[in-house]
């Protein structure tokens, strides 16, 4: 995890004891006139939601294979809502099931999986990735900043992200980065959120969250006690989310206004 205000200390290890809530309720009750008021600090997830899978770097691991893959664009986008269906937490720890998740990319880009899953592994090593930057990505951090709104990440990773952060031109933009990979709680578990928030001496009443997954960010943002919300790039979510957002520009907008 890295911090960059000093004289705020993150303490590992120690969860957050907020009581899980249900979807679209808080202690304060998220509804429309909570989210009236600015929040004091912003929390990112990463991949989907800031950065995207390089499908350059991915496509040319592919024509090494002497695979041409059709729009790898939009066979990313298309796999990335599997995340609140095939692919949400009840199908069990993410090492079981991300090679299938990688197929899946495979088959809407006309690619065999396993031949995507080999050519994933070679795009992925050593660089991570995810670290193409989402349109309005910068922008929305740099607004947010210069209007006194703390931002950091909290991301399911596997101790890269802040690397792929920084190649994507975003990493300085944040007060925290957390990655799972490194404190070793991931989301849907909501402590994955106290070492932001203790980092930026922060309350979760006083805390967005801004994820592209209902089933891992929504949740375990609201289990935490802070104001969640989602971010439909493409216009494929079909899981129902009160606060969702079709754009960073969007969002912008809803924080600052």
Request: include cysteine; glycine fraction near 10%.
């Amino acid at each position: 995890m890295r911090r960059r205000r000093p004289g705020r200390r993150a303490h590992p290890r120690d969860p957050l004891t907020q009581t899980r809530r249900s979807l679209g309720s808080s202690p304060h009750g998220h509804g429309s006139e909570d989210v009236r008021v600015r929040p004091a600090g912003v929390l990112f997830d990463a991949g989907g939601t800031l950065v995207q899978v390089h499908t350059e770097r991915l496509a040319e691991a592919l024509r090494k294979r002497g695979h041409d893959p059709h729009d790898l664009d939009d066979a990313f986008w298309k796999t990335l809502v599997l995340l609140d269906h095939e692919f949400a937490p009840e199908a069990g720890v993410w090492e079981d099931w991300f090679p299938r998740w990688i197929g899946r990319i495979g088959a809407h880009g006309g690619v065999p999986e396993d031949v995507m899953l080999d050519a994933w592994r070679e795009a992925d090593d050593p660089l991570f990735l995810w670290d193409r930057p989402i349109a309005g990505a910068a922008e929305c951090l740099t607004a947010l900043r210069a209007h006194g709104v703390a931002v950091g990440v909290v991301s399911n990773a596997d101790g890269r992200v802040e690397a792929a952060l920084e190649r994507a031109g975003l990493a300085h933009l944040f007060d925290v980065i957390v990655d799972s990979g490194i404190v070793g709680v991931a989301k849907p578990d909501p402590a994955i959120f106290g070492f932001a928030l203790r980092a930026l001496g922060l309350s979760p009443a006083e805390t967005w969250y801004l994820g592209d997954t209902v089933a891992y960010d929504a949740v375990a943002a609201e289990a935490a006690g802070l104001t969640a919300w989602v971010v439909d790039h493409r216009g494929l979510h079909t899981v129902e989310y009160p606060r969702r957002v079709s754009s960073l520009g969007e969002f912008t907008e809803r924080v600052l206004r």
